[in-house]
Every structure is written in C-alpha cells, then in structure tokens.
Nanobody
Framework: QVQLVESGGGLVQAGGSLRLSCAAS????????MGWYRQAPGKQRELVAN???????TYADSVKGRFTISRDNAKNTVSLQMNSLKFEDTAVYYC?????????WGQGTQVTVSS
C-alpha cells in the first residue's frame, strides 16, 4: 500500500509559477513509476509528467519546456515545478504511483491560473 498526499496547489496569474509536491507514506526508492496527472472540468484525466526510478522522465507535449518533474528518494517525495503557467493549465493535479502492478492515487490539489 502507498498513500500519496499532494500539496502546493493554489491560485496564480498566467505566467507565474507553482511547485507541487507529492509525499508518499513509504519509501519510493523501489517504486518504479511516479507521475503527475491532471483533470480539468469536463475533460478526461491526462498525463502531465512521469518519472521512473532510473531518473528518466516523460512529459505531455503541452507542458514540455515549462514543467519539470523530479523525485527525492531520501524524502519520499515527487515534485512538479510548473513555470510559465497558462490558463489552460487550470485543473486538479493528481500524483500517481505504480508499484508491483497496482496503481495508487493521491486526493488531488487544485491549480487555478487566472488569465
């Protein structure tokens, strides 16, 4: 079992920055895949960024060059640095872990970008 708790969401003006954090209830050093997803009103949940235990990462095209995902195995956290935020980045952001074939989700944190 892995419990995930997101933090760092809020209201920001377009062009601003936010840093989201996801704290895990256990060591993440052997959790192969951790990522951030988002869901805007009326839309499906979509991948934002994912990072693997070896350090490789992938990003949605819409956030490439603006968002950076990182993991700190010592602190059991995964972070998402979001720069140059746009109105269309407004959504609830969820942390997800994939461990031994099971999927674990956090409760989400709201990010609202004002235009």
């Amino acid at each position: 079992q892995v419990q995930l708790v997101e933090s760092g969401g809020g209201l920001v003006q377009a062009g601003g920055s936010l840093r989201l954090s996801c704290a895990a209830s256990r060591s993440i050093s052997n959790i192969n895949s951790m990522g951030w997803y988002r869901q805007a009103p009326g839309k499906q949940r979509e991948l934002v960024a994912n990072i693997w235990s070896g350090g490789s990462s992938t990003y949605a095209d819409s956030v490439k060059g603006r968002f950076t995902i990182s993991r700190d195995n010592a602190k059991n956290t995964v972070s998402l640095q979001m720069n140059s935020l746009k109105f269309e980045d407004t959504a609830v952001y969820y942390c997800r872990a994939v461990h031994l074939g099971s999927f674990y989700w956090g409760q989400g944190t709201q990010v609202t970008v004002s235009s």
